[in-house]
Each structure stands twice: as C-alpha cells, then as structure tokens.
C-alpha cells in the first residue's frame, strides 16, 4: 500500500509567457467535481513560494495544472482557470492560497449570436457551441446525444455559450461539465465507461455507505485514473455492483500522514 513517502505533487501556474513548475514544497489540495453543470473547482495551498514566484502568480497566473499521485504513478487532476490569490503568513510559513474554477473564463465569458437552421441534428448545435470555446476548452466525451433530431423550425442562439448549452441540457436530458478544461455532454442514465474497481484490496478505506434510489459514497486512496461520468466497479462485503461517478471530490496533503484521498458518490443506472 503507497504512504506518505511515496506521494508525488507537481503544480504548473501558466502565465501569458512561461509555465512554472512547482515540485517538492508542501502542498494542500481540495478538488470538487460533478458531473452537473456546476462548474468543477479547486483551493491549492502552498507552503513557501520565492517572494517572486508568490508575486508572479498573484499579478500573472492565468491558470493551474495540478498533477497528483505517487512516485511512479502521477496524472492530472485538476485544471483551471485562477480565480483569486493571496497569501498568509502563519509562524515560520508563508502559505499562498489559489482558487480556480475549471474553465471559468471559456465558459462565462463566451458569447453566441447566430441562428442554426431547421432540422440541424443536436450534435451539430453541440459542437458548434463547443467549438466556440476553443482554444481554451475542448471537445471532450459526447455520449448519447448522437442521432437526436432538432427543432423542426430555426435555433436562435444569443447569450452565453453556457445559457445556451443550460436551454439545451433541459430540452434533451443530458448534463454538462467541464473537467480539466474537456467539455463533456452525456445524457441522464448513461456513462462514459468502466475505469477502476474499488475494493479493500485497491485502496478502498472505511465501508462504503449505502444510500437511498441506488446511491452510494465510498473513500478511496487517491486514484488520479477517477473521472465524473465514469463506472467504477464496487466490490466490498455486502456490495458488488457498477455505479456512475456522479460527485468526485480529491483531497491531499504532501505532508499528512492521512489526507491522500478520493471521496465519491455514485449512482447504480
């Protein structure tokens, strides 16, 4: 079983010209994600930056990529756009803390004026909404949207790209999210797949709880392969079954002998 040793950290604040990489000081880290369109965000606290880098992130960062996991096994989990920064001094530490929201300047600040003709099919709407988005963020999964037909009369467009893909969500039942700045649309009552199974054996920690309408929430090792809309498969004691990844939440700390966790609620479709 990995412990604290062996736990790896890697943060990259892009600014308009460089991307700076901040390896081996102690970092803090809280992930929330759902596959809803509430938008995906994150707190990074980290222990003693260079009063330049401190000033630099403050004044220039445009956005975090935080990576995660352990020694021969680091992935992204979280990118996003900064949204505020300050810093704390705290005894000997200097402790700077970074809010970010993933995708937030794509997606709040892209507008749409444009009119889509009768009969265009709703995967065509869908990507041309998300090609509005780019470079910024991308296409990612699409799942069951393919093959829906549109309104048998002209689609006006106007307002945000987020206003517009909300009309769309509520007309065809599919939910929204953006993760790691991937714009992925998957209709209710599908998924995207089966990723990992979570077991005693795999890093499963305390009992999974079992909730009402075929709901569960279960704690793991920090697993970076996790991902919204994802099945994972659940083999406790008293549970053995596939649920969606509905709300995904990391937490970490370089320097804790327990935080290094996922905590997940799933669904059973």
Same mark, same amino acid.
């Given at each position: 079983?990995?412990?604290?040793?062996?736990?790896?950290?890697?943060?990259?604040?892009?600014?308009?010209?460089?991307?700076?990489?901040? @390896?081996?000081?102690?970092?803090?880290?809280?992930?929330?994600?759902?596959?809803?369109?509430?938008?995906?965000?994150?707190?990074?606290?980290?222990?003693?930056?260079?009063?330049?880098?401190?000033?630099?992130?403050?004044?220039?960062?445009?956005?975090?990529?935080? $990576?995660?996991? $352990?020694?021969?096994?680091? !992935?992204?989990?979280?990118?996003?756009?900064?949204?505020?920064?300050?810093?704390?001094k705290q005894g000997a530490?200097?402790?700077?803390?970074?809010?970010? !929201?993933? !995708?937030?300047?794509?997606?709040?600040?892209?507008?749409?004026?444009?009119?889509?003709?009768? !009969?265009?099919?709703?995967?065509?709407?869908?990507?041309?909404?998300?090609?509005?988005?780019?470079?910024?963020?991308?296409?990612?999964?699409?799942?069951?949207?393919?093959?829906?037909?549109?309104?048998?009369?002209?689609?006006?467009?106007?307002?945000?790209?987020r206003d517009e893909l @909300?009309?769309?969500?509520?007309?065809?039942?599919?939910?929204?999210?953006?993760?790691?700045?991937?714009?992925?649309?998957?209709?209710?009552?599908?998924?995207?797949?089966?990723?990992?199974?979570?077991?005693?054996?795999?890093?499963?920690?305390?009992?999974?709880?079992?909730?009402?309408?075929?709901?569960?929430?279960?704690?793991?090792?920090?697993?970076?392969?996790?991902?919204?809309?994802?099945?994972?498969?659940?083999?406790?004691?008293?549970?053995?079954?596939?649920?969606?990844? @509905?709300?995904? /939440?990391?937490?970490? @700390? /370089?320097?804790?002998?327990?935080?290094?966790?996922?905590?997940?609620?799933?669904?059973?479709?």
């Amino acid at each position: 079983m990995s412990d604290k040793f062996e736990r790896k950290v890697k943060l990259d604040i892009v600014t308009a010209d460089a991307t700076m990489s901040i @390896d081996g000081l102690r970092v803090i880290f809280s992930i929330k994600k759902t596959r809803t369109r509430e938008q995906n965000k994150s707190e990074i606290k980290v222990y003693n930056l260079s009063e330049t880098t401190r000033s630099t992130i403050k004044e220039e960062g445009r956005h975090v990529k935080l $990576y995660a996991g $352990y020694k021969n096994d680091i !992935g992204l989990i979280f990118r996003g756009d900064i949204r505020e920064v300050f810093h704390l001094k705290q005894g000997a530490d200097i402790i700077t803390t970074i809010t970010c !929201g993933d !995708g937030d300047n794509a997606i709040i600040n892209t507008f749409v004026n444009k009119t889509i003709k009768r !009969g265009t099919p709703l995967i065509d709407k869908l990507n041309y909404l998300v090609g509005l988005l780019a470079p910024d963020v991308q296409k990612g999964k699409f799942v069951g949207v393919d093959g829906l037909e549109g309104n048998q009369t002209a689609t006006t467009f106007t307002g945000t790209v987020r206003d517009e893909l @909300d009309r769309l969500a509520e007309k065809y039942d599919f939910e929204y999210t953006i993760e790691n700045h991937k714009l992925n649309i998957v209709r209710n009552k599908q998924n995207t797949g089966l990723s990992e199974v979570i077991s005693p054996e795999t890093g499963m920690i305390e009992a999974p709880i079992a909730r009402e309408n075929n709901k569960v929430e279960v704690k793991c090792l920090l697993n970076n392969n996790l991902k919204c809309n994802d099945l994972f498969r659940l083999e406790s004691k008293f549970i053995k079954r596939d649920y969606r990844i @509905d709300r995904l /939440t990391f937490e970490g @700390d /370089t320097h804790s002998s327990s935080t290094w966790l996922n905590k997940i609620e799933g669904i059973a479709l």
